[in-house]
């Protein structure tokens, strides 16, 4: 039981790149979401899903799409990255009680 | 719009003493309150949670005190421990929205010797 893993842990991306956050999780939950987390802004909602084809925006949606098409995937994609996207990306599914993460892209864009 | 706050970026406590963490919200719609713990280069770690039906949950040397009419929630530490020295996030949902989270901006801990 792997919980929740993300890859890549480390990346770093040109401006005007695209690249897809890979997160995957073997819990059998339906409600995965993304999350970004900037310096002194906590942690905010990018996308999330409840289920195998559906997925809804969350606070800080734009530049980024997401797809569920299993239960155990929930990839998000930069389409023309931006420096304003460097942060630090965490995938989460939900428990019983709350949310399970993964560790975390760490992800640079210049 | 900050719905969660937590309006003390930093909290130094001495091992063996008690830590308070303290988290504000604005919205009245949320009804279920958690803790998660985060160390460097590491997710979130879920630490406790507290319904709004409640008004105090412990785990172990973790207590949530929830205070609706102030719509305000601490997390007490006793006793602290050089281990507990993490960055701690209140976080807030409805769970009638498809639990979607609302954090906090973290408190920085330091548990020193």
């Known amino acids: 039981n792997a919980g929740v893993t993300q890859t890549p842990k480390f990346q770093v991306l040109k401006t005007g790149q695209s690249m897809t956050l890979q997160c995957a999780q073997d819990m059998n939950h339906e409600y995965m979401s993304w999350y970004r987390q900037d310096p002194g802004m906590g942690l905010r909602l990018i996308h999330y899903?409840?289920?195998?084809?559906?997925?809804d925006q969350g606070e800080v949606p734009n530049g980024y799409n997401v797809s569920r098409s299993t239960t155990e995937d929930f990839p998000l994609r930069l389409l023309s990255a931006a420096p304003s996207q460097t942060s630090v990306y965490f995938c989460?599914?939900?428990?019983?009680?709350?949310?399970?993460f993964g560790s975390g892209t760490r992800l640079t864009v210049v | 719009d900050q719905q969660v706050k937590q309006n003390s970026p930093s909290l130094s406590v001495q091992e063996g003493r008690i830590s308070i963490l303290n988290c504000d919200y604005t919205n009245s719609m949320f009804d279920y309150f958690l803790w998660y713990k985060k160390y460097p280069a590491e997710g979130p770690t879920f630490l406790i949670s507290?319904?709004?039906?409640?008004d105090k949950n412990e785990d172990g040397r973790f207590t949530v005190f929830l205070n609706k009419s102030a719509k305000h929630l601490s997390l007490h530490i006793v006793p602290s421990q050089p281990g507990d020295s993490a960055v701690y996030f209140c976080a807030a949902t409805d769970t009638g929205t498809a639990s979607k989270l609302t954090f906090g901006t973290g408190t920085r801990l330091q548990v020193t010797l």
């Open positions: 507290i319904s709004s039906i409640k």
């Open positions: 989460a599914s939900r428990t019983n009680y709350g949310y399970t």
């Open positions: 899903s409840v289920g195998a084809g559906i997925t």
